[in-house]
């Protein structure tokens, strides 16, 4: 499967890198809820996640990644720093502020900007403890036509983070936490009969 999955990466690298981007979000949305114990899974907000990711994130990231690497090539430790410095100062900002406009618009709100406004600059904020790395393993280590489809993969937890705070958070990580914590005090204990 995974060298079915390269070779249609190298010869069809748009279309596999968009796809799978896009249902990598939606399958972050799916995560979301399904651990927030929602009794019905609203199915019309895994879809607007994932029309905002395969209409623009997916493309996004596809094109931003190719041009970083026609104005700074190679793998050396100045691009990739480059790469690294411009990904967050540029692309971060604008794939957040997207995702939380485009399901605000999707929704109908009557105003798109109300969530970007609460949560942009701790979500932003948030971001740096986590995409500077994970970018920096990409542009030193991935080869290009799989950039996307690494960031995707990524961008799965990230989804993930974003849902809940667009949801009920407030783009902190300490809140995410909060989250996590209170769900694994839900979790059924271990059943006692399974043990020796």
Same mark, same amino acid.
């Given at each position: 499967?995974?060298?079915?999955?390269?070779?249609? $990466?190298?010869?069809?690298?748009?279309?596999?890198?968009?796809?799978?981007?896009? /249902?990598?979000?939606? @399958?972050?949305?799916?995560?979301?809820?399904?651990?927030?114990?929602?009794?019905?899974?609203?199915?019309?907000?895994?879809?607007?996640?994932?029309?905002?990711?395969?209409?623009?994130?997916?493309?996004?990231?596809?094109?931003?990644?190719? @041009?970083?690497?026609?104005?700074?090539?190679?793998?050396? @430790?100045?691009?990739?720093?480059?790469?690294? =410095?411009?990904?967050?100062?540029?692309?971060?900002?604008?794939? *957040?502020? $997207?995702?939380?406009?485009?399901? +605000?618009?999707?929704?109908?709100?009557?105003?798109?900007?109300?969530?970007?406004?609460?949560?942009? =600059?701790?979500? %932003?904020?948030?971001?740096?403890?986590?995409?500077?790395?994970?970018?920096?393993?990409?542009?030193?280590?991935?080869?290009? %036509?799989?950039? *996307?489809?690494? *960031?995707? /993969?990524?961008?799965?937890?990230?989804? *993930?983070?974003?849902?809940? +705070?667009?949801?009920?958070?407030? @783009?902190?990580? +300490? $809140?995410? =936490?909060?989250?996590?914590?209170?769900?694994?005090?839900?979790?059924?204990?271990?059943?006692? +009969?399974?043990?020796?």
């Amino acid at each position: 499967m995974r060298k079915a999955f390269l070779r249609q $990466a190298k010869r069809f690298p748009w279309v596999t890198n968009v796809t799978l981007y896009g /249902c990598l979000f939606a @399958g972050g949305d799916f995560v979301h809820q399904w651990f927030s114990h929602r009794e019905e899974m609203d199915w019309r907000q895994t879809r607007r996640v994932a029309m905002v990711a395969f209409s623009f994130h997916g493309n996004f990231n596809y094109f931003w990644m190719r @041009g970083l690497e026609r104005m700074f090539p190679g793998n050396s @430790g100045g691009m990739v720093l480059r790469k690294v =410095l411009l990904d967050q100062t540029i692309a971060s900002p604008i794939a *957040t502020t $997207a995702f939380y406009t485009g399901v +605000s618009l999707l929704e109908g709100k009557d105003d798109i900007f109300q969530d970007w406004r609460e949560k942009f =600059l701790n979500t %932003y904020k948030t971001g740096l403890m986590y995409w500077p790395f994970v970018q920096f393993l990409n542009f030193a280590l991935v080869p290009l %036509y799989l950039r *996307t489809t690494f *960031t995707g /993969c990524c961008a799965f937890l990230w989804a *993930t983070f974003l849902c809940f +705070s667009r949801q009920s958070g407030d @783009g902190t990580a +300490s $809140a995410a =936490l909060t989250w996590i914590l209170d769900l694994h005090k839900r979790l059924p204990p271990p059943d006692s +009969s399974q043990k020796k």
